[in-house]
């Protein structure tokens, strides 16, 4: 089992900068490739990053490449969204998630454990 614990969401501007954290306890952290989604009001869940197991392969959305990066502190046991010229069409609940089978999946049907999300608003 493995609980993930998201952080960092709130409200900014258009233009502005987030990061998100999420902190994972129980399993061991880097046996688990993790990825980011987020869910808008009356839309599907949606990939937006995900990362390999050592943090040395990394995969994004197309809506997000360029502006977002996410990382990876297997000491800590924590992986990073860093949000950079955040748009409106950005904001959304954000989870992460983490993959036992250590591959940096785009969907949501791969991973086995689920944080509860934190919100992103960003204002026009």
């Known amino acids: 089992q493995v609980q993930l614990v998201e952080s960092g969401g709130g409200l900014v501007q258009a233009g502005g900068s987030l990061r998100l954290s999420c902190a994972a306890s129980?399993?061991?952290?880097?046996?688990?490739?993790m990825g980011w989604f987020r869910q808008a009001p009356g839309k599907e869940r949606e990939f937006v990053a995900a990362?390999?197991?050592?943090?040395?392969?990394?995969y994004y959305a197309d809506s997000v490449k360029g502006r977002f990066t996410i990382s990876r502190d297997n000491a800590k046991n924590t992986v990073y969204l860093q949000m950079n010229s955040l748009k409106p069409e950005d904001t959304a609940v954000y989870y992460c998630?983490?993959?036992?089978?250590?591959?940096?999946?785009?969907?949501?049907?791969?991973?086995?454990?689920w944080g509860q999300g934190t919100q992103v608003t960003i204002s026009s």
């Open positions: 998630a983490a993959d036992k089978s250590g591959v940096e999946h785009t969907t949501t049907l791969w991973y086995d454990y």
């Open positions: 990362t390999s197991r050592s943090g040395g392969s990394t």
């Open positions: 129980g399993r061991t952290f880097s046996n688990y490739a």
